[in-house]
């Protein structure tokens, strides 16, 4: 059994940078996607960066050229670098393993940006 865990939300100024972290517990084998999905009050949770094993990458035109999604193999460990942040990026940050055929979740980690 997966179990994943973040860290890293905050509050943060509008343009400034956040670098969330997730930890997978247990063994990731072959084929496997991470990715990283926001849920904003009232809103639907949405994809907001994703990584292959193969190690490319997908990002909606919202968060393009701002977010940067990571992994160390390793560590079983996924990164989310989030700069020039937007009023609009505030929400709950939940991390997302693909796995042989299995979805894991995080517990989600709030990403507050405010002035």
């Known amino acids: 059994q997966v179990q994943l865990v973040e860290s890293g939300g905050g509050l943060v100024q509008p343009g400034g940078s956040l670098k969330l972290s997730c930890a997978a517990s247990?063994?990731?084998?072959?084929?496997?996607?991470w990715g990283w999905y926001r849920q904003a009050p009232g809103k639907e949770r949405e994809l907001v960066a994703m990584?292959?094993?193969?190690?490319?990458?997908h990002y909606p035109d919202s968060v393009k050229g701002r977010f940067t999604i990571s992994r160390d193999n390793a560590k079983n460990t996924v990164y989310l670098q989030m700069n020039s942040l937007k009023l609009e990026d505030t929400a709950v940050y939940y991390c997302?393993?693909?796995?042989?055929?299995?979805?894991?979740w995080g517990q989600g980690t709030q990403v507050t940006v405010s002035s």
């Open positions: 997302h393993l693909l796995n042989l055929g299995s979805n894991y």
């Open positions: 247990g063994s990731i084998f072959g084929f496997n996607a």
């Open positions: 990584i292959f094993s193969g190690g490319s990458t």
